[in-house]
C-alpha cells in the first residue's frame, strides 16, 4: 500500500462529526460562548449524521450539561441549606444586616457585575476559540461536588451511631455522577458514534449492502421520536414520564406540603427523569452495537494500519461505554458508604422486611453493576475478540488453499500448521484484541473496582 492510501486508512472514525476536538469534558456547549444548538459540520464538507443518539430536548439538555447541573445544584442545595438553617439544624454565623451594610452590599454587586461584563468582553473572543471556558465551567461544577462527595462519605464512615442522618451534602455524588457520565455520553455516545456508525460504511471492514441494512435500522431505532397529538418528543423522555413520573411525585402527593423542600424535591426529580431518558437511549445504542456483532457485517483485515485488524475504533467505543459503566458502579457504591452504612436497620440484616429493603436499596445495585459489567465485557471485547479470531482463521485457510490447491482439508487448529511462507508467520502474529491487551488489564482492574471498594 503507498503512502498516500495507508494515511487515510490509519485515520481514526472516532471523532466528534462537529469538527472540535479535545477531552470529554469539553464537548458540551456553555451558552453564550457556543451556540444553543450543534453547529452544522462544515469540516470537510462532511454531512451530519443520519443516525441521531438523542433527539429534542434530552439533546439539548444533554448538550447544556455543565449548565443544567450548575443550575440544579444551586437550586437543590441551596434551597436545603437555607432550610436547614431556618430550622436550626445548621447554624451559620452570619453578619448582622444594617442599611448601610446592604447599602454596600448592593453597590459591590455592581461593581462586581460591571466588572465582570467588561472581563467578559474584552477576554470572550479570545477564550471562544480555546474552549478553555468549558474546562473552566466544568471544574467549577465538578470540584464543590467533589468536595461535598467527600464529606457525605466521611460523615457516614466516622458516625458514632447508625441512627445519624445523611450529611446535606448527600446528593452531591448524584449530581457528580450525572455531570461526569453526561459529559463521557455526549462526547463517546453522542458526537463520537454517530461519526463512527456513518463513516464506517466508507471503511473497508464492512461488506455491502448488509451495512447499509443494519445503519438504516440503527437511524430507524436510536433518537426516535413520538408523537402524542399536537405534541412531539423523544421517544426516551416518554419513557422516563411513563416509568418513573408517578413514582417520583408519589411523595409530594402523599405527604404534607414542606415548602421549599418541596422544590428541592422537584429539581432533583427533573434531573432524575433526565438520567432515566438517558439511560433508555444508552441501551438502545448498546442494543443495537451487539446486534452489529451478531451480523455477518464486519470483515477482519489482518494487516490493517490500525494494528487491531480494523477494529481498532470499535475497541474504543467499547471502552467509552465501559468507562461510564464504571463511573454508574462508583456511584453506587457511593450510595451504599454515604447512605447505607447510616441506614442499617437496628436489628441488624434479618430475613424481615426492613432487611430485605436495605439489601434491595445499597446492595442489589452493587451487584447488577457486577453483572452489567460481566455482561459488556462478553458482548464487547470478547465477542470482538472471537470475530477478529474467526477472521485470522478464515484468512489463513484461504491461504492455505491458494498454496496447496482446493484439495487440501482446511485445518480448524491452525496454531500447529506447518508453513513456510513468510505471510503465514506473519498471520500468526496478526492481532486478536480491538484493544491493547494491557489496556483491556487495566478496565478488568476499573471494572472491579467498585465491588471491591463495597464488599472488602
Known sequence: MADGDAEPAQKSHWERWTGDGGPFYRACAVWPFDPVGEPAPDAEGRDRPAVRFTTGITRLLLRHLPTVVLVSMALYFGINLARAVATGDLRLALPRVTLRGGAVLVGGLGVGSLWAYLVYRLLASVVRGSGLYRSLLFLATAV????????????????????????????????????????????????????????????????????????????????????VGPISMPRSAAFALVVALGPLALPVIVSPWAGWGEVAYVVYSVVTLFVIAMLYDVF??????????????????????????????????ATRVNVILVVAGGYVAYRFYAEGLLNVPSGGLEPTLLGLTWVVLYVAPVAAYALLALFWLYHSFWRLHRKMEEG?????????????????????????????????????????????????????????????????
Open 392 to 456: 485470522r482463521q478464515k484468512r489463513i485457510e484461504e491461504l492455505q488453499r491458494a498454496t496447496d490447491g482446493e484439495d487440501r482439508r482446511p485445518r480448524r487448529d491452525f496454531s500447529d500448521l506447518d508453513v513456510a511462507a513468510p505471510a503465514w508467520e506473519s498471520l500468526r502474529d496478526a492481532p486478536t484484541w480491538p484493544i491493547k491487551r494491557q489496556g483491556l488489564f487495566g478496565i478488568l482492574v476499573m471494572d472491579a473496582v467498585p465491588v471491591v471498594i463495597t464488599f472488602v
Open 284 to 317: 438502545l445504542l448498546v442494543y443495537e452495537f451487539t446486534d452489529l456483532l451478531r451480523r455477518d457485517v464486519l470483515t477482519y483485515q489482518p494487516f490493517h494500519p490500525d494494528d487491531h485488524g480494523g477494529f481498532r475504533d470499535l475497541g474504543r467505543f
Open 144 to 227: 464543590p461536588l467533589v468536595a461535598g462527595t467527600v464529606h457525605a462519605v466521611y460523615g457516614a464512615v466516622t458516625a458514632t451511631g447508625r441512627a445519624a442522618d445523611p450529611a446535606l451534602t448527600v446528593q452531591a455524588g448524584y449530581f457528580l455522577f450525572v455531570l461526569v457520565a453526561g459529559h463521557l455520553v455526549y462526547d463517546g455516545l453522542a458526537l463520537k458514534a454517530e461519526n463512527l456508525f456513518a463513516r464506517l460504511r466508507d471503511s473497508t471492514i464492512v461488506s455491502q449492502p448488509a451495512y447499509d441494512e443494519f445503519y438504516a435500522e440503527l437511524a430507524a431505532t436510536v433518537g426516535d421520536t413520538l408523537a
